[in-house]
């Protein structure tokens, strides 16, 4: 195959569909060459069966809010995978959500699963409904509605939805009691449920720690100590806070998180009582990122702004959603000295921004390699349920460090470059999750 013919095939069916190429663009580019190794690949057209999610579910959402008005959303879920396992990914619920965010996740979700080791294929999906400023009932009425139209096509063994934006455990209890109604059976098909109701430990810790357990593999690699680093972190969601909560515990100090409104900064690093209050604000009072510069005087509050080029950081980990940082914003991480950046969010780094930290060569992770984790305790959440145990925390962190250190090491055997010690992080996840995925794929035949 020829990267570029396919790209071209891809943009002129999917012209619409910009994240979904983006996604796509990077990972055929990757996989180039290895694929061309293997005639029998070509032979099968193997890469647009890849490239091209096995079916796309996408249905409207009609809800009654508080005041008895009707409203009518978009819902989707995007079955993209399956070679290596069940459909296997998160739900979003936010307003900007639409087929081509959707399908660049679900894309992506397919090789970061095949990453973790586990037996999970890939998916994604959604609704533009926004749970901002939403009561609890609302939510409810919502996530009933969403899964009266999906149910049929998700199942322990089919797909199994978790969270992502918008989606987190109070969404998941709702949308996996409404499963459970309706298909009348009490399985694993959510991820990410409360722990009275077959959830895992450690899985809303997952996403954040894995990612910071990703980048201390990487900062091995160099010698470099996490303790006395400064981090800017965007976003402050589960990913986000959760990433900040081990950071602390590591001996770094976090200077910045955001929201969709603007970020917060301080330049000598966030105080543990003022990490736990955004914890709380966030997480449970749904509060939003300014009013933590309205408590605290040395916190400065920048409305609009996104953290990059308003704070000086040792490392970056981007944590709200895609295309989060731009070409600049890398320019004004190298300029102040970054030495590595590893992505919580899906893709939040723009191609500009990836091709300047490869030519810096500093030390880059791709979210399908350092967000792994989320999933990676999914897929652990997913084993309880079949056994119908629970692992103790500790079992489910320990297995946690060893699913990205093998994560890492995957990426080191894939992309490190011949006659130097550079490892291409974006070279080795594409790599490595696409080779185990085309074993299946060939060995299960034309589907
Ligand atoms: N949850 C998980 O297990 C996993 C999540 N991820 C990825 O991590 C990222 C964060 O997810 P998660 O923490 O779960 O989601 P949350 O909904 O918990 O938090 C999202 C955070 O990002 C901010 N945000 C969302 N959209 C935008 C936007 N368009 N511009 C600026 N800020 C925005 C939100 O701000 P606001 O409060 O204003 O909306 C919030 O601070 C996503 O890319 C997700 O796909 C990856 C792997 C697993
Ligand atoms: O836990 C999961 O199934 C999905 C997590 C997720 O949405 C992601 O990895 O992007």
């Not at 508080?66 to 995007?78: E, L, Q, S, T």
């Not at 990913?239 to 515990?249: I, N, Q, W």
């Amino acid at each position: 195959m020829k990267a570029s013919e396919v790209m071209a095939d891809l943009r002129r069916r999917f012209p619409n569909e910009p994240e979904y190429l983006q996604a796509v663009e990077e990972v055929v580019t990757s996989i180039e060459d290895v694929y061309n190794e293997y005639p029998s690949f070509e032979a099968e057209n193997l890469i647009e069966r890849l490239c091209i999610p096995d079916r796309i579910f996408s249905f409207r959402v009609s809800w009654v809010d508080d005041k008895g008005k009707v409203h009518n959303n978009m819902g989707y879920r995007i079955q993209h995978n399956n070679a290596i396992g069940p459909y296997k990914g998160g739900i979003r619920f936010h307003a900007s959500v639409n087929q081509s965010i959707l399908k660049f996740l679900a894309f992506e979700q397919t090789f970061k699963n095949s990453l973790t080791t586990l037996p999970m294929g890939g998916g994604k999906g959604g609704s533009d409904f926004s749970p901002r400023g939403k009561s609890d009932m609302e939510i409810m009425r919502f996530c009933q509605a969403f899964i009266a139209e999906l149910w049929r096509q998700i199942g322990p063994d089919t797909d199994v939805p978790a969270g992502d934006i918008g989606v987190g455990g109070r969404e998941v209890g709702y949308m996996f009691g409404y499963y459970k109604k309706m298909a009348r059976e009490f399985t694993g098909t959510f991820t990410g449920k409360g722990l009275d109701f077959g959830g895992s430990l450690i899985r809303p810790e997952a996403t954040g720690y894995g990612n910071c357990y990703f980048l201390l593999n990487m900062l091995a690699t160099r010698g470099i100590d996490i303790k006395g680093k400064k981090v800017a972190v965007s976003g402050s969601g589960n990913v986000a806070t959760y990433t900040t909560r081990k950071l602390t515990e590591l001996g770094a100090k976090v200077v910045s998180m955001s929201d969709s409104g603007g970020s917060i900064i301080k330049p000598e690093g966030f105080s543990e009582e003022q990490l736990d209050y955004i914890f709380e604000l966030k997480n449970y009072y749904r509060g939003r990122i300014s009013e933590v510069a309205e408590k605290y005087p040395d916190v400065q509050y920048l409305p609009g702004e996104r953290p990059w080029k308003h704070v000086k950081c040792d490392i970056a980990m981007p944590s709200a959603t895609q295309n989060e940082l731009d070409g600049d914003d890398a320019q004004a991480l190298l300029d102040n000295g970054v030495i590595a950046v590893s992505e919580g969010a899906n893709m939040p780094s723009t191609p500009e921004a990836i091709k300047k930290f490869l030519a810096a060569k500093i030390l880059y992770a791709p979210g399908k390699a350092a967000n792994a984790g989320g999933v990676a305790v999914s897929g652990l959440e997913m084993a309880q349920n079949s056994q119908k145990l629970s692992w103790s925390a500790e079992e489910v962190d320990d297995k946690l460090k060893s699913i990205m250190k093998n994560i890492h090491e995957q990426c080191e055997k894939y992309g490190k470059e011949e006659g130097s010690d550079f490892i291409n992080y974006v070279k080795g996840a594409n790599v490595a999750g696409f080779m185990k995925v085309a074993r299946a794929m060939m060995a299960q035949g034309v589907l």
